[in-house]
Nanobody, 123 residues
């Protein structure tokens, strides 16, 4: 397993941008598909985006398509989530996850999870 540590969350005004990072500490990072999820207060954790181990394919929730971009740098053992045109509805704790099974990851069944980083978007 690869411990995951998220960073980059914070407070931003609507329309602004943030970039989240998720650092993986462990040699097998390049074999894992990576994903971002979010959980708003009082709601279930939802899928946001995923990227396959090579970075060659990405997947997004409809609510963030065109605004968010997931990417990874396997040399740095890091996955990113660039969030643009942020809305108050994007307010949540954002988690990254890793799994060697892409379908399981997209269903939310990650093998490894980070502790989360909070994002607050003010109107």
């Amino acid at each position: 397993q690869v411990p995951l540590v998220e960073s980059g969350g914070g407070l931003v005004q609507a329309g602004g941008s943030l970039r989240l990072s998720c650092a993986a500490y462990g040699r097998p990072f390049g074999t894992y598909h990576m994903g971002w999820f979010r959980q708003a207060p009082g709601k279930e954790r939802d899928f946001v985006a995923a990227i396959i181990w090579s970075g060659g394919s990405t997947y997004y929730a409809g609510s963030v398509q065109g605004r968010f971009t997931i990417s990874r740098d396997n040399a740095k053992n890091t996955v990113y989530l660039q969030m643009n045109s942020l809305k108050p509805d994007d307010t949540a704790v954002y988690y990254c996850a890793a799994d060697r099974d892409l379908q399981a990851l997209r269903r939310g069944s990650g093998e490894v999870w980070g502790q989360g980083t909070p994002v607050t978007v003010s109107s």
